[in-house]
């Protein structure tokens, strides 16, 4: 799941301050403890409470009170309570901030508890857990969901274009034409004559519907925008897990930026500008754009908005020059604060969380794939039960066609070089060979 990760790591980056009254939000009571934990997303907080619910039916001396919070709001109060000494005794972390959480020794390994309980990490999908190893080696998260990426379309508007799902099953893309991909792109693009984007007299600036949705520039991973692309390009972001060198000056990268940002030149995408602050799954459903790559985490949301004009549908990701797809895999886990006075009984609720007696509860309510493999088929089954076909994301664990996010120090200040510079590009101020001199920068980071 992704969302504004330059924000959330500059406030990362602030050390662990250590007070003289170090106290988790927690609290202890005649009955026992009481434990604190928090999470972002308001679509799992159900879930969660029963968990929470069902944990202390099992474990009555350890309450659990669950809190979330606005993307925002939620990791301002975590990195407060960083400094201030008061936080949550668990909470819901993300890839984006782990490194510098546990560089800065914010949270805590979980190794002795692991090797203690026996936790079994193979029921995890594969490479799940690793993504929770810190540098040290040590693990600090057991795998709860993970997401892939896939292509949110309007069925209305192929459906008109004369796009078939097979059709959209079977895209290919290359950085040279962009394949079928592109001319689907252009096909499904509308201007406000009715005049399609591979049609004579299209006029590229005035579109009525967009083929593809522009969702900022994708930063230094371009999660969602372009790294199914690149991926299949032959590119890695790094030289590996906590790697020390980046690849933006990669001819396979720049080549698909360039192809990428050729889509806004021709009129088949928003510019940088028309889709700042403005959310894509709004513009999908309300008919400004007929495709976007999108995150499996906001399948629910999609679904939620079908509508007369709108019915939600899913393809994969298209074919690349390797003959494959390609997805991001990444992947959440919950982190126990360092300062929690309550780390034994953290571990336990950790352990229910990263279990199938509460993942399976997850699976059920259908808004995210739990990582444990036999609650992913029950998630599967879920959405499917509501009549959402969610394949085009599992396939590609299935295909074994993923990529890991990438892991590394310093991720905030590589994010403050490469953000604006990926802006610029999407803004038409500068070429993507310009991320060569960019990835001096970022490598000289790591001297």
């Given amino acids: 799941m992704k969302k504004n990760r330059l924000a959330i790591l500059t406030l990362a980056a602030i050390p662990l301050v250590l007070t003289g009254c170090s106290a988790s939000a927690g609290s202890d009571s005649a009955e026992g403890v009481t434990l604190s934990y928090g999470l972002w997303d308001a679509n799992q907080l159900p879930a969660y409470e029963q968990c929470a619910a069902d944990f202390h039916a099992a474990n009555p001396t350890i309450t659990v009170d669950v809190e979330q919070l606005g993307w925002d709001d939620y990791w301002n109060k975590i990195n407060t309570g960083f400094v201030s000494g008061e936080n949550y005794d668990v909470f819901t972390g993300h890839l984006a901030n782990f490194p510098e959480f546990m560089l800065n020794e ?3 390994p979980l190794d002795d508890y692991i090797k203690a309980d026996g936790v079994d990490l193979s029921v995890y999908q594969a490479g799940l857990a690793d993504l929770w190893k810190g540098s040290d080696d040590k693990q600090y998260g057991l795998p709860k969901d993970f997401d892939t990426v896939a292509l949110f379309y309007n069925k209305q508007f192929t459906d008109a274009a004369g796009l078939t799902a097979e059709q959209l099953g079977a895209l290919d893309w290359n950085p040279e034409d962009g394949g079928s ?13 009715g005049v399609r984007g591979d049609e004579a007299g299209f006029d590229k600036t005035s579109v009525a519907t967009y083929g593809l949705w522009m969702e900022n520039s994708g930063g230094a991973d371009g999660q969602t925008q ?15 897990a906590w790697g020390d060198e980046y690849n ?39 008919g400004k754009a007929a495709m976007v790559g999108n995150g499996s985490w906001m399948t629910g949301a999609v679904f939620g908005s079908a509508s007369d004009t709108f019915t939600p549908a899913i393809a994969p990701t298209p074919v690349g020059p390797s003959g494959e797809r390609a997805s991001m895999l990444n992947g959440l886990a919950d982190n126990i604060w360092a300062g929690t006075k309550h780390p034994d009984e953290s571990w336990d609720w950790v352990k229910y969380l990263g279990s199938s007696a509460c993942q399976d509860v997850v699976a059920d309510a259908a808004v995210v794939f739990p990582a444990i493999t036999t609650a992913t088929d029950k998630a599967v089954a879920a959405f499917a039960a509501k009549d959402i076909d969610v394949s085009p994301f599992i396939m590609q664990v ?25 802006e610029s590009i999407m803004s038409g101020k500068t070429k993507a060979s310009s991320m060569t001199a960019v990835n001096e920068q970022v490598n000289a980071l790591f001297k």
């Fill in 226 to 240: 372009w790294a199914y692309l690149t991926h299949t390009n032959g590119w890695d972001e790094t030289n590996g």
């Fill in 248 to 286: 933006f000056d990669s001819p396979a990268f720049q080549d698909t930026i360039d192809w990428w940002y050729s889509l806004v030149e021709k009129g088949y995408m928003p510019t940088f500008e028309a889709q700042t602050g403005i959310g894509w799954a709004d513009q999908l459903a309300a």
């Fill in 106 to 108: 914010q949270i805590l």
């Fill in 398 to 422: 299935d295909d074994k066609t993923t990529f890991l996010y990438s892991i590394t120090d310093h991720r905030s200040d590589v994010l403050a070089l490469v953000t604006p510079a990926m």
């Fill in 181 to 193: 991909y592109e001319a689907a792109i252009a096909h499904l693009t509308v201007d406000t004559n």
